[in-house]
C-alpha cells in the first residue's frame, strides 16, 4: 500500500531528499477531510519520501477507501478516510506541525471531539466500563496502583 515516491527510487544518497515544506493539498467537497477544514486547498507541512502505491489506489477505493485530500494534480493521495467509520482520516502530511495548545490543528481538534463523542455513549450512566476483576485471586485484596503510582 505504501511505496517510495518514483523520484526516490533511483536516489542512493537519501539525505536532503525527502519531500519536505508546506505543500498544498487539495481536499474533496463531500469528504470528512473537507469537513474539517472547510476550503478546498490547504497547504500543509511534510517530511516523507513514501507515498500510497498508485497502482492500489483503485482497488483500495473499490474496498471502501476514499483518497479525501490528494496532491493538486491527483497523483498524490494526501488523506484518506473511511466514510462509516466514527473517525477514520488519516493524513501524510504532519498536523504535529502546527498544532499550538491554544490553537489545535483541525485534524486533532475534530479528532478529540469524535473521540469524546463515542466515550459519551459507552456508557451512558456514567459508571466505570466492566473490566477483569481487581480480586481475580479471592484473596480479598485487589491489586492496582495507587495515585502515588505504587502498587498496592
Do not use: W
Not at 474533496?28 to 507515498?51: D, L, N, Q
Not at 483518497?67 to 493521495?77: M, N, Q
Not at 467509520?85 to 498544532?99: D, L
Request: hydrophobic share 35%.
Amino acid at each position: 500500500m505504501v511505496d517510495l515516491l518514483p523520484e526516490q527510487k533511483e536516489l542512493s544518497d537519501m539525505g536532503g531528499t525527502m519531500r519536505l515544506g508546506a505543500d498544498p493539498v487539495r481536499l474533496y467537497e463531500g469528504t470528512r477531510a473537507f469537513e474539517i477544514f472547510g476550503e478546498g486547498v490547504i497547504y500543509k507541512r511534510h517530511r516523507h519520501r513514501y507515498e500510497v502505491n498508485m497502482f492500489l489506489r483503485t482497488r483500495l477505493e473499490d474496498e471502501g477507501l476514499v483518497a479525501g485530500g490528494t496532491s493538486p494534480d491527483g497523483r498524490l493521495v494526501e488523506m484518506v478516510e473511511l466514510p462509516d467509520h466514527p473517525f477514520y482520516v488519516a493524513s501524510q502530511f504532519h498536523p504535529e506541525f502546527n498544532s499550538r495548545p491554544n490553537r489545535p490543528e483541525p485534524l486533532f481538534r475534530e479528532f478529540v471531539g469524535a473521540a469524546a463523542t463515542h466515550a459519551g455513549e459507552h456508557p451512558a450512566d456514567g459508571g466505570e466500563i466492566a473490566g477483569p476483576d481487581p480480586d481475580a485471586d479471592g484473596d480479598g485484596f485487589e491489586i492496582g496502583i495507587s495515585r502515588s503510582g505504587e502498587s498496592r
